[in-house]
């Protein structure tokens, strides 16, 4: 056992959360504060958060723990992507290998459970309603001020944590400190959440167990389902344009726009004008930065170290790995030297969190234009079943990232150098049939024979 | 004419004072507010100062508004690198063709030139001591501190340009809304200012008309003439390592580390120790964002939109480079639609200041390792025998950069093809006898025969 640390984790939000339980049983002493009220008494803001993708390394995390099974209790899962062109036709495209699959839940949701799963927990204390002024990082002092009485206290905790999301106020104290590498940067796009509300009997009017995707080149809406029947939809749209958030201006011109791009889900939306124009345009930033530690004082986790767009369903996902790979390190170092731990973990985590946020852009400009491509879609066949006869040397990219646990830096690495395979593959292929022709199987047989066999980490492994 | 604006510029470096004399020119109203006391009255602190290597984008900033004579009396001609081995074998590179130099010139003696040609005019007041505390972008109020007297006041300009450095107020009230994108790089490497003194008699104890280089693989020191017969000398470091600022914790340490590596330059610095130990280590920080503008009111320009590491000698050149562009937008628009104008302005110059930044740290590497290397100045010979032989097909990219007025964008991206074919030449090249060989010709007419001419850009009419 650790030597027990008073340790504070600012923001209580999903890795937040989810790391109490960790630090919790190691036997420190953990509170956590958050900026906003409990969720859990309060009515939450909509409108702004996207419905998350739980996928394998999100599921490790909570396995750890031992919650994934309450967890489950509120995911659907989702088996493949749906796309839905402009005729309202559907094209299917499994995610990966029979049974596979990423869950859909809502953020609120999930952050609920984790609350009530972790708050019993007697060294565990929430704080709600705390809004960080300042951090020192030299001393470890946290002005908090309760949003509801104005009362300002400083906490000093031996250990600080800071899962205080894309905009992280330890992080911003962080930039004030010497060589302090930091970038955001935003796409030229806006989300704004919309919904599918269930049948009238409670059903689902899309097939429940798939990522329904509207691509239209330039922009796209998705859909997740919710347990409730609801569909979550969000419409990824430009902020400027011909068409773009800008151009829409009214009702009119709302209606119009979704008759003609996304006519067979307009039918499904009857709120959809209320939806537009109450909810907020999200923006989409990457966040990276270097180093996350101060002085093995402090350290940044999750978002507030490396916040990612949406499109790989990561975010989260990459979020709870931190905390897998914090938690093998806190075995090796047993409790003692925190600065060289943090040191080791955020050397570990870097090229992996750069790995996925990049992976996330490029996943963007997949999902808007490829998926509609029929090239594309029998690309992905052909490369399921090159996967199916090297499956020791082959795991297609979307694959590494969201069925395994290998580094993510490792699967892009690997992914782009699967993509320079496929691309002489492709020359050769006009359909699925041409898989079997004899070149095709002679030009994989020279690239795969010498290939190693894809190395087989376990998170265990690879510190 | 255009109409008469109250300008306040923030910063009163080589920027701001520079560019105020462009905007009085035009009939307006301008107040500069630095933070720092007048550099005339007060002595600077030393030590963190790398000369600056004036070239031609800067020359024609400086001429256009009657300022170079004056310049020149201060600037020395550097017309090629002098590199030095450990044994203080010397080696020489020209930069350019016979005549082409750039020039030494010390970063406080050139601002108080530009000071003093600026300070008669009526329009222009100089205000020192004055601390920006706040900055209202909405409203361009400016709260101010004066650093004397502790008293606060707010200003409200029609325009205010940010010529405030590397770590510009401006900016930070920028980096707070909405969709900034914003980025802070540092090099691995610090560095620290040395001296080497004249001779008793005044005289330059090394070749005056040269950059002094001792590259050393991971570091290097270079030295720049001065007027008085003194070279400021700059260690370029890393912070950590065997061989490193951290490595380095006595007199001891220090003059065993010179004399084996530097061994020359030791004998010509009397008062290493006491420089090396009262000198604080410089940072290198490469700093982009986007946009520069705020809502067609406040402009950063210089280092405050685009800092960039000092090894391609173009920051100053790039900043006076930009009031360059900004004079010729400012008569197209006529001193109407400032909005229109900064936007332009910031779309025009953001892919060049990305270029200038990146060929930065790029030059970092070449000056440290390369330029030691033979066959690198075997390559810097043969391409002067190709730029001599076809000129309007091939300029070298160190003097696309440094003597002409292509786009530093265009020069990059020109430098990469040029890149290519080189690698391809040097494969036949051991000597540069070789340059006549039938095949070296043969390649070379076949890359350059069907090239486009490179385009001969004047600055005026790439707007």
Same mark, same amino acid.
């Given at each position: 056992? &650790?030597?027990?640390?008073?340790?504070?984790?600012?923001?209580?939000? =999903?890795?937040?959360?989810?790391?109490?339980?960790?630090?919790?049983?190691?036997?420190?002493?953990? %509170?956590?504060?958050?900026?906003?009220?409990?969720?859990?008494?309060?009515?939450?803001?909509?409108?702004?958060?996207?419905?998350?993708?739980?996928?394998?390394?999100?599921?490790?995390?909570?396995?750890?723990?031992?919650?994934?099974?309450?967890?489950?209790?509120?995911?659907?899962?989702?088996?493949?992507?749906?796309?839905?062109?402009?005729?309202?036709? #559907?094209?299917?495209?499994?995610?990966?290998?029979?049974?596979?699959?990423?869950? &859909?839940?809502?953020?609120?949701?999930?952050?609920?459970?984790?609350?009530?799963?972790?708050?019993?927990?007697?060294?565990?204390?929430?704080?709600?309603?705390?809004?960080?002024?300042?951090?020192?990082?030299?001393?470890?002092?946290?002005?908090?001020?309760?949003?509801?009485?104005?009362?300002?206290?400083?906490?000093?905790?031996?250990?600080?944590?800071?899962?205080?999301?894309?905009? &992280?106020?330890?992080?911003?104290?962080?930039?004030?400190?010497?060589?302090?590498?930091?970038?955001?940067?935003?796409?030229?796009? $806006?989300?704004?959440?919309?919904?599918?509300?269930?049948?009238?009997? $409670?059903?689902?009017?899309? +097939?429940?167990?798939?990522?329904?995707?509207?691509?239209?080149?330039?922009?796209?809406?998705?859909?997740?389902?919710?347990?409730?029947?609801?569909?979550?939809?969000?419409?990824?749209?430009?902020?400027?344009?011909?068409?773009? /958030?800008?151009?829409?201006?009214?009702?009119?011109?709302?209606?119009?726009?979704?008759?003609?791009?996304?006519?067979?889900?307009?039918?499904?939306?009857?709120?959809?004008? +209320?939806?537009?124009? &109450?909810?907020?345009?999200?923006?989409?930033?990457?966040?990276?930065? /270097?180093? *996350?530690?101060?002085?093995?004082?402090? =350290?940044?986790? $999750? %978002?507030?170290?490396?916040?990612?767009?949406?499109?790989?369903?990561?975010?989260?996902?990459?979020?709870?790995?931190?905390?897998?790979?914090?938690?093998?390190?806190?075995?090796?170092?047993?409790?003692?030297?925190?600065?060289?731990?943090?040191?080791?973990?955020?050397?570990?985590?870097?090229?992996?969190?750069?790995?996925?946020?990049?992976?996330?852009?490029?996943? /963007?400009? +997949?999902?808007? %234009?490829?998926?509609?491509?029929?090239?594309?879609? #029998?690309?992905?066949?052909?490369?399921?079943?090159?996967?199916?006869?090297?499956?020791?040397? *082959?795991?297609?990219?979307?694959?590494?990232?969201?069925?395994? %646990? /290998?580094?993510?830096?490792?699967?892009?690495?690997? $992914?782009?150098?699967?993509?320079?395979?496929?691309?002489?593959?492709?020359?050769?292929?006009?359909?699925?049939?041409?898989?079997?022709?004899?070149?095709?199987?002679?030009?994989?047989?020279?690239?795969?024979?010498?290939?190693?066999?894809?190395?087989?980490?376990?998170?265990?492994?690879?510190?």
């Amino acid at each position: 056992m &650790s030597k027990r640390k008073n340790i504070a984790i600012m923001g209580a939000g =999903l890795v937040g959360s989810l790391l109490s339980l960790y630090l919790a049983k190691r036997g420190h002493k953990v %509170d956590l504060y958050e900026r906003r009220p409990d969720m859990r008494k309060t009515i939450i803001d909509g409108g702004r958060s996207i419905n998350l993708a739980l996928s394998d390394r999100g599921w490790r995390a909570l396995r750890a723990i031992g919650i994934e099974e309450d967890v489950r209790k509120v995911a659907v899962p989702m088996y493949g992507r749906m796309m839905h062109d402009e005729q309202g036709n #559907l094209t299917y495209q499994p995610y990966g290998k029979e049974g596979q699959a990423i869950y &859909s839940v809502s953020r609120g949701g999930l952050n609920v459970a984790l609350m009530n799963l972790s708050e019993p927990n007697e060294d565990i204390t929430y704080h709600f309603n705390q809004q960080a002024l300042d951090v020192n990082l030299r001393t470890n002092e946290v002005q908090l001020r309760n949003i509801e009485t104005d009362a300002v206290e400083t906490i000093q905790p031996e250990l600080l944590f800071g899962a205080d999301g894309a905009f &992280s106020v330890v992080r911003g104290a962080m930039q004030k400190t010497e060589r302090f590498n930091y970038e955001q940067s935003y796409l030229e796009y $806006g989300y704004k959440e919309l919904t599918i509300p269930p049948a009238a009997g $409670g059903e689902w009017v899309l +097939e429940k167990n798939a990522l329904h995707i509207w691509p239209r080149g330039s922009y796209m809406m998705i859909a997740l389902p919710n347990i409730d029947g609801s569909f979550t939809c969000t419409l990824f749209f430009p902020y400027e344009g011909e068409r773009s /958030f800008a151009a829409i201006k009214n009702d009119t011109d709302l209606l119009n726009f979704f008759l003609e791009v996304f006519p067979d889900a307009v039918a499904l939306m009857p709120n959809l004008a +209320e939806d537009y124009f &109450s909810n907020p345009i999200g923006s989409l930033v990457t966040v990276k930065c /270097f180093p *996350w530690s101060y002085n093995g004082k402090s =350290l940044l986790i $999750g %978002d507030a170290s490396h916040a990612v767009v949406p499109f790989y369903g990561q975010g989260m996902n990459a979020g709870f790995e931190d905390i897998t790979v914090l938690d093998r390190m806190l075995d090796k170092f047993d409790g003692e030297n925190w600065e060289a731990l943090f040191k080791e973990f955020e050397s570990k985590r870097k090229p992996d969190a750069d790995a996925i946020a990049d992976l996330a852009v490029m996943n /963007f400009f +997949e999902m808007r %234009d490829k998926v509609a491509d029929p090239r594309f879609l #029998l690309r992905k066949k052909i490369e399921t079943k090159i996967s199916e006869q090297y499956p020791d040397k *082959w795991i297609p990219l979307y694959s590494m990232v969201t069925f395994s %646990d /290998f580094p993510y830096s490792y699967a892009m690495e690997t $992914g782009r150098k699967q993509d320079k395979i496929m691309k002489k593959v492709m020359k050769h292929i006009q359909s699925i049939e041409d898989y079997n022709k004899p070149e095709v199987q002679q030009l994989l047989e020279e690239q795969l024979v010498h290939k190693e066999k894809l190395k087989k980490y376990q998170v265990q492994e690879v510190l």
